[in-house]
């Protein structure tokens, strides 16, 4: 299983942006999706999570402002982050739960992108 995310870029603060984690030999209907970020000097930490069955969870910095959703269609789970603050810079990643759990551990993940920049300009 390989995953890929894409969509980072350079936005300015209060701007919206929209990432996509896709997978390569697998549907995500099989697997949980989370989304981390790692910010220079710091560690890597949870962003949001998509179970198999559907239900979302969020990091208490990403509730009310990122949404995490499955496109079908492009077989990609995406992150739509609005609102966003230059604390919010990091390098992204999507993982794979194969259990379906998702969730903020990041010992539930076994697969790993490569990442994708986002940079949140002041």
């Known amino acids: 299983v390989q995953l890929q995310a894409s969509g980072g870029g350079l936005v300015q603060a209060g701007g919206s942006l929209r990432i996509s984690c896709a997978v390569s030999?697998?549907?995500?209907?099989?697997?949980?999706i989370g989304w981390f970020r790692q910010a220079p000097g710091k560690q890597r930490e949870f962003v949001a999570s998509?179970?198999?069955?559907?239900?979302?969870t969020y990091a208490d910095s990403a509730k009310g402002r990122f949404t995490i959703s499955r496109d079908g269609g492009r077989n990609t789970v995406d992150l739509q982050m609005d609102s966003l603050k230059p604390e919010d810079t990091a390098i992204y990643y999507c993982?794979?739960?194969?259990w379906g759990r998702g969730g903020s551990p990041q010992s539930r993940y076994e697969a790993w992108g490569q990442g994708t920049q986002v940079t949140v300009s002041s």
């Open positions: 993982a794979l739960d194969r």
């Open positions: 030999g697998r549907t995500f209907s099989d697997y949980g």
């Open positions: 998509r179970s198999r069955s559907g239900g979302t």
